[in-house]
T-cell receptor, first 114, second 113 residues
């Protein structure tokens, strides 16, 4: 069964630091991987979608990479700001699962202090 | 604007009182899905639909029903809610069940007392 793990579970950094969030998954038969942001008690904001054939995607200060063979993805946040404080979730969409549900990690909660 | 909408956004109800959470998308997507999010357990799929009149169970379907009579709508029905169904619920859609991005609704926070 596909498992998605995110490390670390929580991270606190001062404003301005560059940081990396990690996501690993056990089944490499995926269509794609999505990174989401979730503010406390709020909905999911899609940040980046990486198709299985791609190596990385960039949006502003965010860069996500995908190494499907090793079952790893990273989300790089450059020059962090207090407004980046949130929980970041990664999710993979499986090929060999009925319904092709997104399988989510439990998230990394980021706190950026000013 | 392309979006997935859910109603209500917040709901407090009592055990056993039937309720429906509506979900609608305006993107002509074939695939729709419901997830619930619980602390420590993350997001888990409840039900999904590949197209009109085609629905199937996800990982945690017990206590829920769904229907897909129209392409745009995918309501989640709790016929006899119980306190363990207190959760944050998300509806999602994508073009098909293939390599397409899933778009999420804003969420419905349900409390069952």
């Amino acid at each position: 069964k596909q498992e998605v793990t995110q490390i670390p579970a929580a991270l606190s950094v001062p404003e301005g630091e560059n940081l990396v969030l990690n996501c690993s998954f056990t089944d490499s038969a995926i269509y794609n991987l999505q990174w989401f942001r979730q503010d406390p008690g709020k909905g999911l904001t899609s940040l980046l979608l990486i198709q299985s054939s791609q190596r990385e995607q960039t949006s502003g200060r965010l860069n996500a990479s995908l190494d499907k063979s090793s079952g790893r993805s990273t989300l790089y946040i450059a020059a962090s700001q207090p407004g980046d404080s949130a929980t970041y979730l990664c999710a993979v969409r499986l090929i060999n699962q009925a319904g092709t549900a997104l399988i989510f990690g439990k998230g990394t909660t980021l706190s950026v202090s000013s | 604007e392309a979006q997935v909408t859910q109603n209500p956004r917040y709901l407090i109800t009592v055990t056993g009182k039937k309720l429906t959470v509506t979900c609608s998308q305006n993107m002509n997507h074939e695939y729709m899905s419901w997830y619930r999010q619980d602390p420590g357990l993350g997001l888990r799929q409840i039900y999904y639909s590949m197209n009109v009149e085609v629905t199937d169970k996800g990982d945690v379907p017990e206590g829920y029903k769904v229907s897909r009579k129209e392409k745009r709508n995918f309501p989640l029905i709790l016929e006899s809610p119980s306190p363990n169904q207190t959760s944050l619920y998300f509806c999602a859609s994508s073009l098909t069940a293939g390599p397409y991005e899933q778009y999420f609704g804003p969420g419905t926070r349900l409390t069952v007392t």
